[in-house]
Each structure stands twice: as C-alpha cells, then as structure tokens.
C-alpha cells in the first residue's frame, strides 16, 4: 500500500470571540518556549513534557490551552535544539536560541487529539478543543487527520491539515502513455510531444509593485499603527505572488498527470544554477522543485535521469552538437535532424528515462523505485512492482 502523507491548507473563519481565543493560544505558546528558552535549553523532550505538567501547578492558566498543543512547543524546540546542535557539530557558527516576540508567533499545532471535523449543518466546522467551532472552508476531501496546524498570515487565518490518503496501488504504467519534460525559464515545460507552456514568471512581473510597498513600509515609523498597516500590504502581495505561482504550478502539473502514467524530468542541479546572478531570480521564480513534488503526488511514476548532455546531444542519431545558451535551434549535421533545442532536449530525457526502466528490467530487479524525488511528504511502504508494469509498443526513438 502506497501511504500518503498530505498536508491541505483549508480558510478558517473564525468569529472575533474565536480570533482573542486563537491569538491567546500563541500566547500560551510563546511562555512556554520563552521559558524553556531561559531555563530548559539543555532538557530532552520528555523532560520538557514533565516539566510542562509541573508548570501547570504554579501556573494554573496554562490549563486553559490543551496540552497536546503545549507539548508540541517542547517537540518544536527539542527539534531546534538539536538542529543547532547538528549545525554546531558540522562546524557552522550557530547562536543560541532566542525568545519568540509577540509578532514572531503565528501558528500552533493540535497533534493526535482535541481536534474533529464536524460536517453536516450548514457549514462545516473544526472544533478545537479549549477553543471551540471555527467555521471552515473544506474544498476538498480529507482523510484520517493526524495533526492540525492553525496559521495566521496577512489577516487570514488558515487550518494545515496534516492526513493519511491511503492511495491504491499502480497497477498499469502503460510505457506508451510516457513523456519526457525539459524545464527552462522562458518555456516552463518543453515536452517530447512537442508541447510547451510559457513561463509565467510571477515574481518578475511584481517586481515594481513590490519595491514599491517595500520602499513605502520603510518610511513608516517604527512600532506604528501605520507601519503594521504597510507590512499586512506587503504580505498580502507577496501571497498574492505564491498564489499565482502555485496555481500555475497546479494547472501545469494536473495537465501531465490527467495525459500520461510515466513522466521523465532532469535532475536539476538548482544550487549550481542559481550562483548564476542573471538567472538566479528567474530560476527561484519558476518553482521547479515544486513542480516535481506536485508531479511525483500526482502521476503514477516520476524518473529523474541525469542531465548530462540533455541539450546538446542529438536525439535522433546520438551525434553531439555543443551549443550554448543562446542557440535556440539544434541542427545536427550527421543526421540533418533541425529541432527546437528544447524538444531534442526532452526527446533525449524520454529516451534516458526509458532506458532506465528497461536496465532495472534486464538486471532482473523486481521493483521500479518510484523515483528519488519523492520528497518526505509521501510515505513509500511498498513500490511498484516492474510485473505490473505493462509495456506496450514503445516507440522509443520518434
Ligand atoms: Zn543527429
């Protein structure tokens, strides 16, 4: 069984009394990490739990909150603890935790219990416990909740919703129905059917609007009301740029999930790129590495292949045609094969990518990993079985 851990992010609507309610938990919240960032730093979780379960004597208002959520404050901070440890470890120059201010606080976690799904009346509702009835917006369908986290950000509240989607076996990859994708920054996608899609380039586009409320909130007066009002702008825009960006990635991802069960894509070596100052901000802008996570959830097999050679190999005869950037056209004089050089390049990563399937078949290995770039968010009990493969007609070489 394939396990997949999802998180959904669903609107909450929260009346006012609720809002003091859910702005009084991140108080809660802040003491209790606030007091272990002053007296417990060298104290294990567990330890940080009983002394939460002392505290609560000389400080009887922390029973106002629930206390799954206060003990995941000692996780959060056990996890940062020893992530400054590890970093500490590897030589990096690490400072000390430091206490949380008022503003720095925007969410909580409600893990295992003292949260349920209420559906039925009117509108659907999250109870929280030690809070009450928020009216949410489910626009989806959710399963087996284990973990709920409320998010404030510019104004709006937001329930994370953290849940198992038991998700059926693959049975049938049809190799036929497979395509390979080169990603750029004009074109986003470039496909091995010839198919390609722009790249929006949110960020880019808000660039002036965004210097501009950047240049306006740094005129204010520090602590104002008025300066608060100029930063709710800012993130309000810079929401309204993730927005954007993420249903662009959606639409793109859904459009080769709904056409094909195999999809072959470049390992990207992001980091070396992005050194690159003039590509730099395009390359961060274009979400890729969102893209893949979202194709990896949403199609049946995701191969990454190694990006050697993609564009500058010929994809009909294999001759090497080395080209910089700026040529747009492959033209390859063995064969006089003259492609957009974003095509040969996809063409080349379907061919990569059907040969990795078929190596893992001849070496006799019973299973096909459904790719390295199944990042943390899905859970991977059992992979698919190459015996359930099917294969049909596999033209390889178009
Ligand atoms: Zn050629």
Not at 78 to 101: C, D, E, P
Not at 321 to 341: F, Y
Not at 360 to 373: A, D, F, R, S
């Amino acid at each position: 069984m394939l396990v997949r851990v999802r998180n959904c992010k669903f609107r909450l609507y929260p009346t006012r009394l609720q809002e003091q309610r859910l702005t009084s938990t991140w108080d809660g919240c802040r003491w209790v990490y606030n007091y272990f960032v002053k007296y417990g730093t060298s104290l294990t979780e567990y330890d940080m739990n009983y002394a939460i379960t002392e505290l609560k004597e000389q400080e009887p208002w922390l029973r106002n909150y629930h206390s799954k959520m206060l003990q995941m404050v000692a996780k959060q901070m056990a996890a940062a603890t020893k992530g400054l440890q590890m970093l500490r470890k590897n030589g990096h120059k690490v400072g000390r935790l430091h206490y949380l201010m008022h503003e720095e606080c925007n969410s909580f976690i409600y893990n295992q219990s003292g949260f349920k799904i209420k559906r039925g009346g009117k509108t659907d509702l999250l109870w929280l416990s030690k809070i009450g009835c928020i009216q949410i917006r489910l626009h989806r369908p959710i399963g087996d909740i284990k973990q709920v986290t409320v998010v404030r950000k510019a104004g709006k509240w937001h329930a994370i919703v953290n849940c198992d989607l038991a998700a059926p076996i693959f049975r049938f990859i049809s190799l036929a129905k497979s395509v390979g994708i080169d990603l750029g920054v004009t074109k986003f996608v470039h496909d091995s059917d010839n198919h390609s899609i722009d790249n929006p380039l949110v960020l880019n586009k808000m660039l002036k609007p965004l210097r501009r409320t950047n240049r306006r909130l740094s005129r204010k007066q520090e602590n104002s009301k008025n300066q608060e009002k100029a930063k709710t702008r800012l993130q309000l825009l810079h929401e309204r740029i993730r927005n954007q960006r993420l249903d662009f990635l959606h639409k793109t991802s859904t459009y080769y999930s709904n056409r094909y069960d195999a999809i072959f894509l470049e390992k990207l070596r992001i980091a070396n790129m992005v050194k690159n100052h003039n590509l730099a901000r395009s390359i961060i802008d274009s979400g890729w590495s969102t893209f893949k996570n979202m194709l990896a959830y949403k199609t049946k097999l995701v191969i990454e292949v190694p990006p050697n050679n993609t564009s500058i190999d010929c994809s009909r005869c294999g001759n090497r045609v080395s080209k910089s950037l700026a040529v747009r056209t492959h033209r390859c004089d063995e064969c006089g094969l003259v492609i957009n050089r974003d095509y040969n390049a996809s063409l080349n990563i379907k061919q990569k990518g059907l040969r990795q399937i078929k190596l893992q078949l001849l070496m006799g290995y019973e299973e096909v990993t459904p790719v390295e770039i199944l990042g943390e968010s899905v859970k991977q009990e059992e992979t698919t079985r190459i015996d359930q493969v099917v294969v049909h007609t596999v033209d390889a070489k178009k």
